[in-house]
């Protein structure tokens, strides 16, 4: 799996703005620090965890894990957090048509920006209040 520069940045603003998630096997990371120093089968920097226990033992826990790797959710991944957070099916197929994401081949991208604003609507403003929460 490849995955674009602007989808690994992407996954770093969802890092950013508090995207929970719990590392297990079949997650792809991406490994800003240098920490695994094993070539990649896929891209630079880019893993799989396959092998969890040499993960969090590299790492020194679960912990450190998620605070130095920066999770690169797969399309069903990407869909599960949709739907975590109250994104509809008919919502995510509006998006993907309107952006023409299946003949840019960007579904991916799509879905990260969508979670991204998604989550946005759901930040805290800075002065205290909620932020607003589309409900369509």
Request: aromatic share 10%; charged share 30%.
């Given at each position: ?115 991204e604003?998604?989550?946005?609507r759901r ?13 369509r």
């Amino acid at each position: 799996m490849q995955f674009r520069e602007t989808e690994i940045e992407l996954a770093r603003h969802l890092r950013d703005l508090g995207l929970q998630w719990q590392p297990k096997p079949g997650h792809f990371v991406f490994d800003e620090t240098g920490l695994v120093d094993r070539p990649s089968p896929f891209q630079d920097h880019v893993y799989f965890i396959l092998n969890f226990d040499y993960f969090m033992e590299l790492a020194g826990g679960i912990e450190r894990f998620k605070k130095i790797m920066t999770w690169l959710p797969a399309w069903c991944d990407a869909r599960a957090v949709l739907q975590s957070l109250g994104v509809t099916d008919v919502q995510v197929g509006e998006v993907l048509h309107r952006e023409h994401a299946i003949e840019r081949r960007s579904e991916l991208e799509s879905l990260y920006q969508l979670i991204e604003s998604t989550l946005r609507r759901r930040v805290p403003l800075d002065h205290g209040e909620d932020a607003p929460v589309d409900r369509r």
